[in-house]
């Protein structure tokens, strides 16, 4: 990330304690810079979402996704390495090996607090993650997915039921 764009990051970050309105609109448009596909527009990402630098192009975020604080979005594992090693392929002088997959979040999306997203991860569209949860895999649309590993507790339409059920909306 060249130095102008770290500073403008920066700067953003600060607009963000006091207008989450324009810190959005810069944060797309560096985010876009970067590399970041965006699709749409998103609603709101969090200041601290923290997204992998290794390549950024293997990221996107469909319209109307909100994503929490802390967020952690990975395209890379270097575990791979440890394996190497540990069986003998790969010395300690050699360059670390690294597998890299994208990751997709559809549109119309939320994923809570604290939640970390792995390589090679696609979030289809209309779901909904719990905080703290570790995603893996497909998340199919539609879906409310809880835990670590993320699991899918119910379907939206079954969560709104419920809160029909209780007079919440």
């Known amino acids: 990330m060249s130095k102008m764009i770290k500073l403008l990051f920066f700067l953003n970050k600060l607009v963000w304690n006091f207008n989450h309105r324009l810190y959005m609109r810069n944060n797309n448009k560096l985010m876009k810079r970067l590399g970041i596909k965006i699709v749409g527009e998103p609603i709101y990402i969090s200041a601290t979402v923290s997204f992998d630098g290794t390549d950024y192009g293997l990221i996107e975020i469909g319209d109307k996704t909100v994503i929490s604080s802390g967020v952690r979005v990975l395209t890379h594992d270097f575990s791979v390495s440890r394996m190497l090693y540990a069986v003998g392929r790969l010395k300690a002088e050699e360059k670390e090996v690294s597998i890299s997959s994208p ?67």
């Open 103 to 169: 990751v997709k979040i559809g549109s119309n999306v939320f994923i809570g607090a604290r939640s970390i997203i792995m390589p090679g991860t696609v979030i289809e569209d209309n779901v909904i993650v719990g905080a703290g949860s570790v995603i893996r895999g497909t998340l199919e649309k539609n879906g409310i997915y809880i835990g670590n590993p993320a699991v899918k507790i119910r379907t939206i339409e079954e969560q709104l039921a419920k809160y029909d059920k209780k007079g919440l909306i």
